[in-house]
């Protein structure tokens, strides 16, 4: 494993790399804190951006600011720490909405869809789209399906661990996820999106239809 050295490098570092840096950063170390920071910040930002659009920003200081305050009490590796730290922006973006008094409606939700064409529309959608674009199209949705989204295909985290974020169960999760991915699937801009001819990757090879995918 790399050492602490690794933590100032420019950019995102691996999550054996992070892990260290983690750790570091736990004990004190502001070069690590910064590359903790660097590199969660982006996936942070964007899954607030759903949660509370333009206040993502002051949401994330606030996060960050608690984070930088009660880090040398945690306790745990990384997964943990991502948890942890998705909790807390979760709950400043919550308080950052009652603030606001915005209350997302709950949209009818669609029957008669194949499970694996929403998934592959989910697929070409993430493969075709720039960030921007799929993050305003999520935050079309009711909030539930739109963080358990945000946490499962964006920020990466499994069931269970999106499920200690939003406090429900890992089935629950699950569901509103594929709700999410239904709701997407029906809406005309996104099918055409996905029915475009698809875009050369940087390695000169084209993304493809996925003919499989892990349970949501």
Same mark, same amino acid.
């Given at each position: 494993?790399?050492?602490?050295?690794?933590?100032?490098?420019?950019?995102?570092?691996? @999550?054996?790399?992070?892990?260290?840096?983690?750790?570091?950063?736990?004990?004190?170390?502001?070069?690590?804190?910064?590359?903790?920071?660097?590199?969660?910040?982006?996936?942070?930002?964007?899954?607030?951006?759903?949660?509370?659009?333009?206040?993502?920003? @002051?949401?994330?200081?606030?996060?960050?600011?608690?984070?930088?305050?009660?880090?040398?009490?945690?306790?745990?590796?990384?997964?943990?720490?991502?948890?942890?730290?998705?909790?807390?922006?979760?709950?400043?973006?919550?308080?950052?909405?009652?603030?606001?008094?915005?209350?997302?409606?709950?949209?009818?939700?669609?029957?008669?869809?194949?499970?694996?064409?929403?998934?592959?529309?989910?697929?070409?959608?993430?493969?075709?789209?720039?960030?921007?674009?799929?993050? @305003?199209?999520?935050?079309?949705?009711?909030?539930?399906?739109?963080?358990?989204?945000?946490?499962?295909?964006?920020?990466?985290?499994?069931?269970?661990?999106?499920?200690?974020?939003?406090?429900? #169960?890992?089935?629950?999760? #699950?569901?509103?996820?594929?709700?999410?991915?239904?709701?997407?699937?029906?809406?005309?801009?996104?099918?055409?999106?996905?029915?475009?001819?698809?875009?050369?990757?940087?390695?000169?090879?084209?993304?493809?239809?996925?003919?499989?995918?892990?349970?949501?």
């Amino acid at each position: 494993m790399a050492g602490v050295s690794s933590c100032d490098r420019i950019g995102a570092v691996d @999550d054996d790399d992070l892990a260290v840096c983690l750790n570091a950063a736990v004990g004190g170390d502001e070069v690590g804190f910064a590359a903790v920071w660097r590199s969660l910040q982006p996936a942070l930002l964007r899954y607030l951006r759903v949660l509370v659009g333009g206040a993502a920003e @002051d949401v994330a200081s606030e996060t960050w600011l608690q984070v930088a305050r009660d880090l040398r009490a945690f306790d745990g590796g990384l997964p943990s720490f991502r948890v942890w730290l998705f909790r807390i922006a979760r709950n400043r973006g919550l308080d950052e909405l009652r603030r606001s008094r915005r209350r997302p409606e709950e949209p009818r939700e669609p029957a008669g869809l194949d499970d694996q064409f929403v998934r592959d529309v989910a697929y070409e959608v993430a493969e075709r789209s720039d960030t921007r674009w799929a993050i @305003d199209m999520i935050r079309t949705l009711p909030r539930g399906q739109a963080e358990a989204l945000m946490l499962r295909l964006v920020v990466g985290l499994d069931a269970r661990a999106a499920a200690q974020v939003l406090g429900k #169960r890992p089935g629950a999760v #699950r569901v509103a996820t594929m709700r999410g991915l239904r709701q997407l699937a029906v809406r005309t801009d996104v099918r055409e999106r996905a029915a475009a001819p698809p875009l050369p990757r940087p390695d000169g090879t084209t993304a493809v239809t996925a003919t499989g995918s892990e349970g949501m």
